[in-house]
């Protein structure tokens, strides 16, 4: 670090997992015949024994959740298909009924890491000089299942950072039930996966321009039915075209809900096995609108999938997959704006190196150009963004991590050209950050990582992870940053 005559001060603060911070979720029980037998032993209980147990039920849970009662009926609704009898039931009986298929889920219990950081558009009732932020991090609970939460803070003139308690509740988001497709980008899609047969012609044909997950489903159904189109192609096509229906959905929270109760975890069956390292930017369009998107990763126990998020309220959410035959591996970090009226995206497709990629749809990536290759000690064995680049006079700012011996993780930066970003300015030699003897130390050690940051007030605000356990805060001078990318345009 001296080396390089940079100042980096690590600031204390720490955010820690809190294993207290539960959500309910849905227990899903298997076989059938099981959830059969469990209903029949709650039917043998009289009306005076249910009364009993869900007033304990709810004497022990209730103060932990909001809307609690809610869920369980909801729970009560999709498990009641199994009754085997249409006798009317008490409300106490379906809430004890919906509790028995429904469990907490503790989503932080594992780890709270590879934060990301924007500046919230509300920045009113603050003191002069200090700004708002939303910071988004992967939590990882129970099975290892990772979701996407967030929390909020203020930076002060002098960059003091404050984090706002998080309140004691979390839940997830309500999904809009019937999100709208466009059929033009749904076959374009479809193609891309190779899932464009005449099967999947011909079910498109029945569908409008604009058609929901219901039309889709309808007659999707139709036609598997029809003993004509029963074949297994047919219905692996089918699967398909559901599995990538369901990636791309909506989803909404209610406003009273603060942010830091929010959670978006996994909807899709893309993402069964977790939602991983949320990069957020704060989108410019050419017409100057703002809009927040954010890259993540999918994780279904097998594959990974490279996903989009958007958002203007962090209220309403809309999920959508990205396409081409260069949407591949981790770490996709988009620009804040177009750049020659073309999107830009950096990437790592081959799980070492650094390209940049352009494109006219968000959605559909084709074509990637190498801009950085592994060079130093440090890094020999991969490199990676640390989030969105960052726009300055001197060109666009980009934290990055390289992978060295021991598979030790280490965070630096470089500097593209503002108007041609293919060009590298310069680029740090040794790591602006390492892991000292207390941040080594964790789930997976010798780490730390990054999904963004910021700048305020001279210096670049940096929230990292620390050995996928918990996250730290650094603060390094800008102007001495950019000065070394620029010395190093020399050296390199």
């Known amino acids: 670090m001296n080396t390089q005559n940079l100042e980096l001060v690590r600031t204390g603060l720490e955010l820690t997992p809190d294993y207290r911070r539960v959500l309910y979720r849905p227990l899903y029980i298997e076989p059938e015949e099981r959830i059969i037998k469990i209903l029949g032993r709650i039917q043998t209980l009289t009306e005076t024994e249910v009364n009993n147990e869900i007033n304990a039920l709810l004497t022990s849970f209730e103060e932990r959740h909001k809307r609690l009662k809610k869920f369980f009926l909801q729970r009560y609704q999709q498990i009641k298909k199994y009754l085997l009898t249409d006798h009317i039931l008490s409300e106490e009986r379906k809430l004890l009924i919906g509790a028995y298929f429904t469990q907490e889920y503790s989503l932080e ?3 709270l890491f590879n934060p990301s950081i ?63 497709y466009e059929k033009k980008i749904f076959e374009r899609k479809l193609s891309e996966l190779d899932l464009l047969t005449d099967f999947s012609i011909t079910i498109l044909s029945l569908l409008d321009s604009y058609f929901t997950i219901e039309d889709l489903k309808l007659n999707l159904d139709k036609f598997t039915k029809n003993t004509k189109t029963k074949s297994s192609e047919n219905r692996m096509t089918a699967n398909g075209i559901l599995s990538l229906a369901l990636s791309n959905y909506e989803i909404q929270y209610d406003s009273e809900q603060k942010l830091s109760e929010r959670i978006i975890f996994p909807h899709s069956p893309s993402e069964s096995n977790g939602i991983e390292d949320a990069r957020f930017v704060d989108f410019t369009d050419d017409d100057g609108n703002h809009i927040y998107y954010a890259t993540y990763t999918a994780y279904d126990g097998k594959i990974t999938f490279p996903q989009l998020l958007e958002t203007r309220d962090f209220l309403h959410f809309k999920v959508s997959t990205l396409n081409g035959p260069e949407v591949k591996n981790k770490g996709m970090a988009l620009f804040p704006r177009t750049i020659n009226k073309q999107y830009a995206m950096l990437s790592r497709q081959d799980n070492e190196n650094i390209f940049l990629m352009y494109s006219e749809d968000l959605h559909f990536w084709y074509n990637k150009e190498l801009i950085l290759k592994p060079t130093y000690p440090w890094e020999f064995i991969q490199l990676g963004n640390c989030g969105s680049p960052i726009e300055l006079e001197e060109g666009w700012l980009v934290i990055s991590h390289g992978v060295g011996p021991m598979r030790k993780y280490s965070i630096g930066a470089f500097l593209l050209e503002k108007l041609d970003p293919r060009i590298v300015i310069g680029r740090l030699i040794e790591p602006l950050l390492v892991p000292n003897e207390k941040e080594r130390e964790g789930y997976v050690p010798n780490v730390v990582y990054s999904c963004g940051s910021a700048i305020n007030a001279g210096e670049l605000i940096l929230p990292y992870a620390m050995s996928d356990r918990s996250i730290g805060f650094a603060k390094i001078n800008l102007n001495q940053l950019v000065c070394q990318l620029t010395k190093n345009k020399k050296e390199n």
């Open 118 to 180: 924007i500046w919230d558009k509300d920045q009113t009732n603050l003191p002069p000089g200090c700004k708002r932020f939303i910071m988004s991090l992967r939590a990882t609970g129970e099975g290892h299942i990772s979701s996407i939460t967030f929390r909020s803070g203020i930076v002060d003139s002098e960059n003091q950072i404050t984090i706002t308690n998080p309140t004691k509740y979390v839940s997830t988001s309500d999904n809009i039930s019937n999100p709208i």
């Open 109 to 111: 219990s594992a780890a």
